[in-house]
């Protein structure tokens, strides 16, 4: 089993910033990806960015140039920094994490951001 906790989410004014993080623990290899999604009220869950074999980056165009994913795909950790936040960015953010070898896919229980003024 392999269990994600996220933590760095919370309340910032449109503008700000805010640096997600997420750590994996349990029977974990090396993973092939670490990914970010979230999901608004009323919407589905979408792909903000992921790592993939700890070098390969792709974000959602909406966050293009404002966030930025890193992480050790060894380790097991990796990161959202979010800059530039704007409303449209409220929502529940999860980690994902999929490992090398197993495939074994691994969710974490999710993190609240929102952005007001």
């Known amino acids: 089993q392999v269990q994600l906790v996220e933590s760095g989410g919370g309340l910032v004014q449109p503008g700000g910033s805010l640096r997600l993080s997420c750590a994996a623990s349990?029977?974990?290899?090396?993973?092939?990806?670490m990914g970010w999604y979230r999901q608004a009220p009323g919407k589905q869950r979408e792909l903000v960015a992921r790592?993939?074999?700890?070098?390969?980056?792709n974000y959602a165009e909406s966050v293009k140039g404002r966030f930025t994913i890193s992480g050790d795909n060894v380790k097991g950790t990796w990161f959202l920094q979010m800059n530039s936040l704007k409303p449209e960015d409220t929502a529940v953010y999860y980690c994902?994490?999929?490992?090398?070898?197993?495939?074994?896919?691994?969710w974490g229980q999710g993190t609240q951001v929102t952005v007001s003024s």
């Open positions: 994902n994490g999929r490992l090398a070898v197993t495939f074994t896919e691994s």
């Open positions: 349990g029977n974990i290899f090396t993973f092939y990806t």
């Open positions: 790592i993939t074999s700890g070098v390969v980056t």
